[in-house]
């Protein structure tokens, strides 16, 4: 396998469930994101890893909750969502460089459709 | 607040002709990176180009080219010689330095692109 790849791809649950999404990065970055698009808004940023520690948590609720074991997989475990959670959760990795240098794109995976009932 | 704008919602283009797209967006750092990204209906972000802030020329790669112009703080796309394959979502994106998320990139709001023939 190459790239990013997320499982699953499509996820339906109801509001008490508990579950997890999983990315796996096979290209060697050292940094992983997670980011939630809903339909009405821009693509939110909701955690990073760099080099397997956490950086950021964007004000996500705790019903949320992110695990980097390693550089190549990032997981988002889920619990107790609400309707409004339900999204294309997007899994992105990076080789972090300079500040400035065109090799800190990220590379995204094709996503995972959740929909909360 | 919002630091990406992209104005147009919709955009059609004729198979063939050339199309822009616009994004407009705010920083004060002198350090930073613009991003165009194409998501296809399959939902995975596809990075399409890069430009820096110190660069001194428009990037370009194939048929995609950058018009950088920082004095306007604008970055618009341009696809030359359209294809029906090019329909997507179009996502401008900004990297700037954060103490926290370091090199995670803001997201316009996107631009649907539809290639007629």
């Known amino acids: 396998e190459t790239g990013v790849t997320q499982t699953p791809r499509h996820l339906v649950m109801g509001m008490t469930n508990k579950k997890s999404l999983k990315c796996e990065q096979h290209?060697?970055?050292?940094?992983m994101y997670w980011y939630k698009q809903s339909a009405k808004k821009p693509l939110e940023l909701m955690f990073v890893?760099?080099?397997?520690?956490?950086?950021e948590n964007n004000s996500v609720p705790s019903r949320f909750s992110p695990e980097c074991p390693n550089s190549s997989h990032l997981f988002l475990h889920l619990h107790t969502l609400q309707p409004e959670d339900s999204a294309l959760y997007l899994c992105?990795?990076?080789?972090?460089?300079?500040?400035?240098?065109?090799?800190?794109?990220?590379?995204f995976g094709a996503g995972s459709r959740l929909t909360v009932l | 607040a919002q630091k990406i704008t992209q104005t147009q919602p919709g955009m059609f283009v004729q198979e063939k002709e050339a199309v822009t797209l616009d994004c407009t967006y705010d920083?004060?750092?002198?350090?930073?990176?613009l991003f165009w990204y194409k998501q296809p209906s399959s939902g995975e972000m596809i990075f399409l180009i890069y430009?820096?802030?110190?660069?001194?020329q428009n990037a370009t790669e194939g048929r995609y080219s950058l018009n950088f112009q920082k004095a306007r703080k604008s970055a618009n796309l341009v696809i030359s010689a359209s294809q029906l394959g090019d329909s997507a979502m179009y996502f401008c994106?900004?990297?700037?330095?954060?103490?926290?998320?370091?090199?995670?990139?803001?997201f316009g709001k996107g631009t649907s692109l539809l290639v007629t023939p």
């Open positions: 994106a900004m990297r700037e330095w954060n103490s926290n998320s370091g090199y995670a990139l803001n």
């Open positions: 992105a990795s990076s080789q972090i460089q300079g500040v400035d240098s065109g090799a800190n794109v990220l590379t």
């Open positions: 430009q820096g802030s110190y660069d001194q």
């Open positions: 890893y760099s080099l397997e520690e956490r950086v």
């Open positions: 290209l060697g970055h050292n940094a």
């Open positions: 920083t004060s750092d002198p350090s930073y990176g």
